[in-house]
C-alpha cells in the first residue's frame, strides 16, 4: 500500500524470505482494472484488521495465560500442520520474541507454555515446536468472548 516516506516501526525475516517491492500506484492502477485484485485486497485487509483488534484487546484485556492461549491459536490459524495427534507450529519466534510480543516476560511465556503442558493442551517439542493437542480447550482459554445473539 502506498505509505509516508517515514516509519515508526521495521521488519525482520523470521525466516528466509523474498521482498517484492513495487510503486504502490500502479498496483492500486491494476487493482482497479481487476475485481479479483480488489476482492483479495479487501479479504486481505479485513484479516489484517480482525488481528490488530485482536492484538489490541489481547494487550489491553487479557491474561498471561489467556494471551499465550491466544497467540498459539492464531498461530495455528497461520502455520499450523494438522496432524493426528492435533496441530503442529514449527514457531518462526524465540519464547524472548513471543514475551515481547504479547508484552510479557520470557519467564511468564515459559511459565505459561509449562502450565498448558501440564494440563494436556501441549506438548513442546525441542526449542520452537509446539504441538496443540486439544484446540478447542485451548479456545477456552484464550478469553474470547461470546458472539451477542
Known amino acids: ?10 521488519i525482520c525475516a523470521l525466516r528466509d524470505a523474498t521482498l517484492l517491492s513495487f510503486p504502490g500506484e500502479r498496483f492500486l492502477d491494476i487493482a482497479r482494472e481487476n475485481a479479483g485484485v480488489i476482492g483479495r485486497l479487501f479479504a486481505a ?4 484488521l ?14 498471561a495465560s489467556e494471551r499465550i492461549a491466544s497467540f498459539l491459536l492464531a498461530m495455528a490459524e497461520r502455520i499450523g500442520t494438522p496432524v493426528e495427534r492435533g496441530i503442529s507450529l514449527d514457531l518462526p519466534m524465540s519464547r524472548r520474541d513471543i514475551a515481547d510480543s504479547l508484552g510479557l516476560t520470557i519467564e ?8 498448558l503442558r501440564e494440563q494436556s493442551l501441549i506438548e513442546t517439542v525441542g526449542r520452537s515446536g509446539i504441538l496443540l493437542l486439544d484446540p478447542n ?13
Open 108 to 115: 511468564t511465556v515459559s511459565r505459561q507454555l509449562t502450565l
Open 137 to 149: 480447550r485451548l479456545e477456552d482459554c484464550a478469553g474470547y468472548l461470546s458472539a451477542a445473539a
Open 50 to 63: 480482525l488481528r490488530c483488534r485482536e492484538k489490541t484487546v489481547t494487550l489491553g484485556r487479557k491474561s
Open 1 to 10: 500500500m502506498p505509505a509516508r516516506l517515514h516509519h515508526s516501526y521495521s
Open 45 to 48: 485487509s479485513s484479516t489484517s
